[in-house]
């Protein structure tokens, strides 16, 4: 499956954002689906990820609250709503699909990566 990550921009503290996540190819359905980001000067990091089905979702401690991952199958496009933004929120955000019924959370486990979408948080 090929992702293409969008959504991303410069906002202020405490503003939010939506990014998306489409994907191409017949079987999205059967696809965990998860975000992470890298912030300046830091390794990529776990955001959220969420089941094929849509009825499980993990997330990070540090955007637990704030951040929602979702997903509409018949759009083949996965969803970031990010909340009540701090600047430390700022990086590049990537969306990365499995074809598995779990909800896997860390890079190795991911094998297929969109192209990253930048979110600068000023304060």
């Known amino acids: 499956v090929q992702l293409q990550a969008s959504g991303g921009g410069l906002v202020q503290a405490g503003d939010s954002l939506r990014l998306s996540c489409a994907a191409s190819?017949?079987?999205?359905?059967?696809?965990?689906m998860g975000w992470f980001r890298r912030a300046p000067g830091k390794e990529r990091e776990f955001v959220a990820a969420?089941?094929?089905?849509?009825?499980?979702?993990v997330y990070a401690d540090s955007v637990k609250g704030r951040f929602t991952i979702s997903r509409e199958n018949a759009k083949k496009t996965v969803y970031l709503q990010l909340n009540s933004l701090k600047p430390e929120d700022t990086a590049v955000y990537y969306c990365a699909a499995r074809r598995t019924i779990m909800v896997v959370t860390t890079i190795p486990e991911y094998d297929s990566w969109g192209q990253g979408t930048q979110v600068t948080v000023s304060s």
């Open positions: 969420i089941s094929w089905s849509g009825d499980r979702s």
């Open positions: 190819g017949r079987t999205f359905s059967n696809y965990c």
